[in-house]
């Protein structure tokens, strides 16, 4: 069964205060790892898919990074707007769901 | 513009009572999703429908029924088997085995 953990629940940062979240995955032939932002009140907004160990992809001041074994998404010189809930899934082969992790409660103080 | 739309963005439902909640999709995504979502956990999968008149159980879908009659919708009805129904519900759609596109949810309460 696939398992998703994600760490820290929560994270306070000041503002340009650099960070990373962490999101550790078990699954049997990984398709594809996926980055979501959620607001509150709001669905889910889709970030970033890593597909393979040593991928990176960037967005402004997110960098999300994979290995065989878990996702880094670091965040450079957050602002306030970065504060959300920050989602982590996993796709493997042979089945059509995701399964995602409980997430982290990111907010950033000005 | 393209996107998901679920309605309403509030609903409540009496004991004993059936309530259906909307989802339409102009992204011409093949496959849609519904997905619950509790504090303190991740999103769980209901059901999903990869084509249309087609679709699958997911990990909770006890309580729930759904149909997709046409591409652009898949409507998800709580039942009144559903004896914890209060939660926050999110529809997705994608193209297939690519990255899954969410609404902004419905927030089912019981009165």
């Known amino acids: 069964e696939d398992q998703v953990t994600q760490s820290p629940e929560a994270l306070r940062l000041q503002e340009g205060e650099s960070s990373s979240l962490n999101c550790s995955y078990t699954?049997?032939?990984?398709?594809?790892l996926f980055w979501y932002r959620q607001d509150p009140g709001k669905g889910p907004e889709f970030l970033f898919t890593?597909?393979?160990a040593g991928e990176e992809k960037e967005k402004e001041r997110l960098k999300a990074t994979l290995t065989k074994k878990e996702s880094f998404l670091h965040i450079t010189a957050p602002k306030p707007e970065d504060s959300a809930t920050y989602l982590c899934?996993?796709?493997?082969?042979?089945?059509?769901?995701?399964?995602f992790g409980t997430g982290t409660r990111l907010t950033i103080i000005p | 513009d393209g996107g998901i739309t679920q309605s309403p963005k509030y609903l409540f439902r009496k004991e004993g009572q059936n309530v259906t909640l909307s989802c339409e999709q102009n992204?011409?995504?093949?496959?849609m999703y519904w997905y619950r979502q509790d504090p303190g956990q991740g999103l769980r999968l209901i059901y999903y429908?990869?084509?249309?008149?087609?679709?699958q159980k997911g990990d909770i879908a006890e309580g729930y029924s759904v149909s997709r009659e046409k591409k652009e919708s898949f409507p998800l009805t709580v039942t009144s088997a559903q004896k914890n129904p209060t939660a926050f519900y999110l529809c997705?759609?994608?193209?297939?085995?690519?990255?899954?596109?969410f609404g902004d949810g419905t927030r089912l309460s019981i009165l």
């Open positions: 997705a759609s994608s193209i297939i085995n690519q990255p899954q596109h």
């Open positions: 699954v049997s032939g990984l398709r594809g």
């Open positions: 890593l597909y393979s």
């Open positions: 899934a996993v796709h493997h082969f042979g089945n059509e769901k995701l399964t």
């Open positions: 992204l011409n995504h093949d496959a």
């Open positions: 429908s990869q084509i249309v008149n087609d679709f």
